[in-house]
């Protein structure tokens, strides 16, 4: 099995509904976005899958988020974008653009800042 990851970064404002702290008022973040990508075959080059198309993928979903309030995004109406709905939701959209039988979205992590992130993974 292959593993093939890589690194984004994006910047966007939030507030935490609900939440009993300073998280709840509008604030920003210079996201860290990483995705796993798994293979079990290799293409004729040697390559799992070509990092630009992992690039140009996940660049396409995450201009919908840069420079943005989180909340007044679509999928974020009804649920608070934390990390862990972010890396959920870029899971998802980028899964349903990539998967294929042999490659398939293995993990995404989002952090919000160096010392914390979460992971999602199906």
């Known amino acids: 099995m292959f593993?093939?990851?890589i690194r984004r970064e994006f910047s966007a404002?939030?507030?935490l509904r609900g939440y009993n702290g300073n998280c709840s008022n509008l604030h920003g973040h210079n996201w860290v976005v990483q995705i796993f990508i798994r293979s079990e075959k290799l293409d004729e080059v040697g390559i799992a899958m070509d990092f630009k198309i992992?690039?140009?993928e996940l660049d396409v979903i995450l201009e919908g988020l840069d420079h943005k309030n989180l909340?007044?995004?679509p999928a974020f109406k009804e649920k608070n974008p934390t990390s862990e709905h972010?890396?959920?939701y870029i899971f998802r959209e980028l899964a349903s653009k990539i998967n294929t039988e042999n490659?398939?979205?293995s993990k995404v992590r989002v952090?919000?800042?160096s010392n914390s992130g979460?992971?999602?993974c199906e």
């Open 3 to 5: 593993e093939l990851d």
């Open 13 to 15: 404002a939030h507030s």
């Open 54 to 56: 992992l690039k140009r």
């Open 71 to 73: 909340n007044e995004h």
């Open 86 to 88: 972010l890396a959920m």
């Open 103 to 105: 490659i398939h979205v």
């Open 111 to 113: 952090c919000e800042s």
């Open 118 to 120: 979460a992971s999602y």
